[in-house]
């Protein structure tokens, strides 16, 4: 069968399709339409049927093409993480204004497959970064990650903040767990295939916000930041929560789509 055969088999997203076919040929998207009608060898037809039929079940393309791409990173990604998105990257300029600032240590809590931590690194290399994670799994991808993109990061298994170092960090920023368990949304796109873990804060959503709010100060140096991505309809209870532990500066900013993502705050004392 033909590369152009093949695409108008399967019953999927024509650039999902594409896509999937390109990667499974080694080829990039271009070479598809320039050969569209030479003969695809059985074993790529075969794997790419296959993988069509776990896209059109619900399978994340992310995860059947191993790879996301994430700021100017392509980063591994499997179901032990969290697929990166494009909302993420907002924090990751926010962070690097901070470091731009002055923050030389800086924590990423969370780091899944790494994405916020190389991000960083990756603009800011003299940058001291530390990336901590509560799954081994996540944790070996993000690493894994981080060598194959040459950057140096401290990758640190650690629930929370639980074995980090305190008193240290310039800059904590997390990409926490924000979504309620019962949130319809679970259901939805790619997240069940997610992991939970990486993706339910608790009966309210916020309880790992809460969590790290409580504990930051504790690991912050004075006049330190911390920057947390939540939910669309969370930045007035993560404003209040940073305030009520008493950070100042506290300020929400919105992603590209224009909701309000992300909430940081000072620690002065
Ligand atoms: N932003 C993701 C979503 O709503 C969830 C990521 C997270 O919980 N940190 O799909």
Known sequence: MTARELLQQVAIDRGDAEGLLANALKVDRAWLFAH???????TCARHFMEQATARAEGEPLAYL???????SLRLSVNRDVLIPRRETEHLVEWAIERIDAGAQRVLD?????????????SERPRVKMCAVDGSQEALSCARANGESLGLEVDWLYSNWFDTVPPGCWDLVVSNPPYIAANDAHLSQGDL???PALALIGGDTGLESIEHIVGQAPDFLLPRGWLLLEHGFDQAEAVARLLRTKGFTNVSTRQDWSGQARMTGGQWLS
């Open 109 to 121: 809590l969370g780091t899944g497959s790494g994405a916020i931590a190389l991000a960083c690194k």
């Open 192 to 194: 069940p295939a997610e």
């Open 65 to 71: 093409l191993g790879y996301r791409d994430f700021w």
């Open 36 to 42: 569209g009608d030479e003969p695809v060898d059985d």
